[in-house]
């Protein structure tokens, strides 16, 4: 056991080491190939590369995608590693999320783990991959939101300067950095194919369904299809409504800042109690995990806590 435990922190270490080494290399050449997506875009004499559209695939084998297009959590998978802009495939996400399990599983063993708490490390370990992808979905939804009001500017200075709404996404695409321009790009692809203004917008929100200010756009331009009117006006007033929302949005983070310091305190007074405790009394809680009735107490007292985090959570999230 104890070898098998040296082999896997050489794993996690290796593991750890090179997820540093590409997230360095990552930031330093990230604005070298920002300059030169923008570069290509603008030499290009047929627009951006049709690679910018997405091809949904849920795995690399054809058997193994025709057999999980039948899955309904495959879709749901799918839908999330698109709107997390992931190269990654369905079948490679739940194969490194068995592959974590497994490795928390093995760890479990080595330690000696209870059977309440190594469930626990399975669990989490099988979910990672899904929520960092998650979060990760969050943080591009959140920085599309960011850059929608300059990229809607951008578009109307475009229109008002004679330009076609084909060449307005081909500018926002060219000049604007990612993810807006990914999306713009893809809209773009999507209207040289022959796809009409509203349904590229419409699938610019399907890719990105966390992203309320998309909608926003989407409906509008709908509207604005349906009964006439300056497009160009519209996206300047969409874009300033969006400006006005963050305003909004950062005066009620600053009003809610008290109370959601005072969550995280309350939250962590627990954790911090049990683990000084522990250093100073080692054994006071091994009556947790070697007896049933101990193990029921652990399993009421993590999930008061979870529940109280969660409510802590709701009482300062305000619904904008």
Known sequence: MRSLFILLLSLALVAGLEAAYYGVRYLFERRSEELRRRLQALGQSGGLESSLLRRGRLAAAPTLDALLRAIRPARWAERLLESADSRLTVAQLWTYSGLAAIAALLLAMALRLPALPGLALVVGAGSAPTLLLSGAAE?????????????????????????????????????????????????FEEQRLGLPLEQAIMHMVDRSPRNRDLKILAISTIIQKETGGNLAGLLSGIAETIRARYRFQGKVRSLTAEGRASGFVLALLPIVFVVALQTLNPGYFAPLFTERLGNLILLYAATTWIGGVLWLYRLTKVDL
């Not at 330009?163 to 081909?170: N, S, T």
């Open 139 to 187: 943080r591009r939804a959140r920085k599309l939101s960011e850059q929608l009001p300059e990229a809607l500017d951008m578009m109307a200075r475009s229109l008002r300067a004679g330009h076609a709404i084909g060449a307005a996404f081909q500018m926002v695409a060219g000049e604007m950095p990612e993810p807006v321009s990914v999306e713009f790009g893809r809209a």
